[in-house]
């Protein structure tokens, strides 16, 4: 058992919780990890990427090698294509395909989903819609965990454990509404087509 | 068996409570701001260590070793650019020797992720002939420091702790130990050996550099460096984090290459020696400078054996290491991407917040530069004001180290600038800023200086900063700045023609002239907004 992953997004967009709800599932399972993630200037705005790799045997390296990685969870389509180099030949790219626009020369959507959809296993997740479907566009990232969870190797129970971790400090209902942003995120990537 | 998921940094400030210090002592400064965090956070609970920020890393510094000399277990931690600024008392505190443990955590930055150079701080240890050890995973990064503090106190040095920004900001599980009891204070103290008057430190100088070779001893005993005889035609120096990507590849290799894994310097020279005698050629992959790879090549390289590494080409020489570069030194393939796409994407680098202060402070600022006629330049300082010199602004040009903007300001006008305009901000200034500024003020240097106030030290994360709001006028009467030329402004976008009328009179004004840009940074208000609003609820 080993994964190798790459988070991306857009500094604020939550891929720490991401990170967080599976470092810990791993943990419990008694599986080892190791996340690498960027802190500091970058975060203001600026593209940001976690490695998470887990396993049941040792990790060595922080950072996952070209051509090795498993799943790619991007939280914004134009993030998702900066790490393809990373992708295996199995490698499952999941993607949300609501666009974050804070660069002038952001390139055309058309362009972005037309590349995205030539990597052979992709999954595009409306994550914005279903995020306000759960009652916030703030929980996206949750929503793109809810995605990408059928290719994690981790129980869902466990994933939902560490969700409820990650956000009881924020109140029932919180937890609740990121439950089902999961959900929602999960049902949606079931229904995808390639 | 107690497991805890810490970063790189958390792994070390870990290691340094469970060793039972007394104090952490700390400037914010990625990739080493949550070193002391860790130990803030932790401390709000235990309540017995002392954790509260200092102005700049040199008084960190000081203070870790005056608590040293205490016979108390310190911690100081800071980027590694920080060290330039601590670098006095770090020389010569190699020199007294220390009383309770003493651990320096660095965080160096490879690849600047968030730096303005890759010093790498091996070679500052060396430089002042002190310990250096090199974590390669957050495991190690806990183990070494405590070990770190039991070394320095039996060598009665302190010992760095080099942590890289891939480490430092990367997660693991670590297994705790049992925690130390925190040493008492020393109620008799052997002033004498911490007094550096020349003819003390003839003598302790002289000590210290006897202490060398048993300090190359002890790395060659030291469990955490690992020699394995494998293949002789290849052997491999890998040190720190480096070893994670050497193993990553090792273990897909057919013919596994000898190596030596290097924890902790000054090197085992014994392990050194029996590698280079084993085998045909050395490889050396170390992140950061060349340094072994320098060391072992000499000036003349002219040694008979082969030293691969960055100098020739099998490593980049600059930039971060990653597992790619070392699977092509090792295996001469490149690794090719399964996948690719035909468009370009465009960067996406850092940007001031969405209604940041100094958005608006920037865009008065242009429009003042507009109104005065000469040439005005304006010299920036280290903070997220720094992304001011990106597009849509424009509106600062230099950004050296902490404080500079003053100091740079001062020689521009004292080298004729009609209107030079220094920008820094309120923690920077505490840092590094009043010094310059006593000197500007008595000789009534023709110049403007913006404090950009946002009541926190924001790019890294919102720290407390020492320098801010009312104080901050009291303390620039005190340097001598003129009362009427100390103005407060809001940059706020309603205030804009007013702001940039004030910025062109003292520009215009020949003397002195502070403007202080007053408005909290939008994120730690945010924080604090969301904050209240919870315990109204």
Not at chain 1, 53 to 59: F, L
Not at chain 1, 144 to 151: I, T
Not at chain 2, 204 to 211: N, R, S, V
Request: charged letters at 25%.
């Amino acid at each position: 058992m080993k994964k190798d992953l790459i988070l991306a997004g857009v500094g604020g967009q939550g891929i720490l919780s991401i990170a967080f709800v599976i470092d810990n599932a791993v943990l419990d399972k008694g599986w080892k990890f190791r996340q690498a993630e960027v802190h500091g200037m970058a975060q203001r705005g600026g593209a940001v990427q976690s490695h998470l790799r887990y396993s049941d045997k040792n990790i060595w390296s922080d950072l996952v090698p070209v051509g090795s990685a498993d799943v790619v969870l991007a939280v914004e389509p134009l993030e998702s294509l900066r790490y393809i180099d990373c992708l295996s030949e199995d490698g499952m790219m999941i993607v949300s395909s609501t666009p974050y626009i804070n660069i002038p020369d952001y390139p055309e959507m058309d362009e972005i989903i037309s590349n995205i959809k030539k990597i052979p296993k992709h999954v595009l997740i409306d994550s914005e819609e279903l995020a306000k479907e759960a009652g916030s566009s703030r929980a996206q990232n949750i929503v793109m965990l809810g995605a990408s969870s059928k290719w994690l190797g981790i129980e869902e129970e466990l994933l939902k454990k560490y969700i409820t971790m990650a956000f009881e400090r924020k109140g029932e209902a919180i937890v609740q509404m990121n439950h089902k942003a999961f959900d929602l995120g999960r049902d949606a990537a079931e229904k995808y087509k390639v | 068996m107690t497991i805890e998921v810490l970063l790189g940094d958390e792994a070390v400030a870990r290691g340094a409570i469970d060793a039972g210090i007394s104090g952490a002592f700390s400037y914010p400064g990625t990739p080493a701001t949550e070193i002391f965090e860790y130990v803030e956070r932790y401390n709000k609970k235990a309540n017995s260590i002392h954790a509260v920020w200092s102005a700049n890393e040199k008084v960190a510094f000081e203070e870790a070793l005056g608590m040293s000399y205490m016979g108390k277990r310190a911690l100081t931690s800071m980027k590694h650019v920080g060290l330039n600024v601590a670098a006095d008392p770090f020389m010569n505190s190699a020199i007294t020797g220390v009383g309770g443990g003493l651990v320096i955590a660095l965080g160096d930055d490879p690849g600047q992720h968030s730096s303005q150079n890759e010093q790498d701080s091996r070679v500052f240890a060396r430089f002042a002939l002190v310990f250096c050890f090199e974590p390669s995973n957050q495991q190690e990064a806990y183990d070494l420091t405590r070990l770190a503090y039991e070394t320095s106190e039996k060598f009665e040095l302190p010992v760095l702790m080099r942590l890289v920004t891939r480490l430092a900001h990367s997660r693991a599980g670590v297994t705790l130990a049992d925690p130390k009891k925190q040493n008492e204070i020393y109620t008799d103290i052997d002033w004498k050996k911490w007094n550096l008057l020349p003819a003390v430190s003839r003598v302790k100088y002289k000590t210290l550099t006897e202490t060398i070779p048993k300090m190359h001893d002890f790395s060659d005993e030291c469990k955490f460096n690992k020699l394995e005889i494998n293949d002789k035609k290849l052997g491999v120096i890998v040190s720190g984090i480096a070893y994670n990507y050497f193993m990553e590849v090792f273990e897909t290799l057919e013919t596994k290459p000898s190596y030596l894994k290097i924890s902790t310097y000054p090197e085992p020279l014994k392990k050194i020696q029996k590698l280079y005698d084993t085998v045909d050629e050395i490889m050396i992959i170390e992140e950061g400078y060349p340094m072994l790879e320098d060391s072992l090549r000499g000036l003349l390289n002219n040694g008979p054996k082969k030293i691969l590494g960055r100098h020739t080409g099998h490593i980049p020489r600059t930039g971060e290491l990653n597992p790619d570069f070392v699977y092509k030194a090792l295996t001469g393939k490149e690794k090719k991407p399964i996948v690719s796409i035909d468009m370009k994407l465009p960067g996406r680098p850092p940007a001031l917040c969405k209604g940041c202060p100094h958005a608006d402070t920037y865009k008065a600022l242009n429009a003042a530069k507009e109104m005065v006629k000469g040439q005005v330049e304006v010299f920036s300082d280290i903070g997220c004001y720094t992304l001011g010199a990106l597009p849509p602004y424009n509106a600062i040009k230099s950004c050296v180290d902490m404080g500079a903007s003053i100091s740079m300001c001062k020689g521009a006008a004292d080298a004729g600038l009609k209107y030079p305009v220094a920008v820094i901000g309120d923690s920077t200034f505490g840092h590094s800023g009043m010094t310059p500024l006593i000197g500007a003020a008595q000789e009534g240097t023709s110049m403007t200086v913006m404090i950009l106030d946002n009541l926190t030290t924001a790019m890294t994360g919102g720290q407390h900063s020492l320098t801010t709001g009312h104080p901050l006028i009291k303390v620039l009467e005190g340097l001598g700045v003129e009362r009427e030329h100390i103005k407060v402004i809001e940059p706020l976008p309603k205030n804009h023609d007013e702001n940039a009328k004030i910025m062109k009179e003292e520009m215009e004004y020949e003397g002195l002239s502070v403007i202080i840009a007053d408005r909290e940074c939008v994120q730690t208000l945010k924080k604090s907004l969301s904050k209240k609003k919870k315990e109204a609820e």
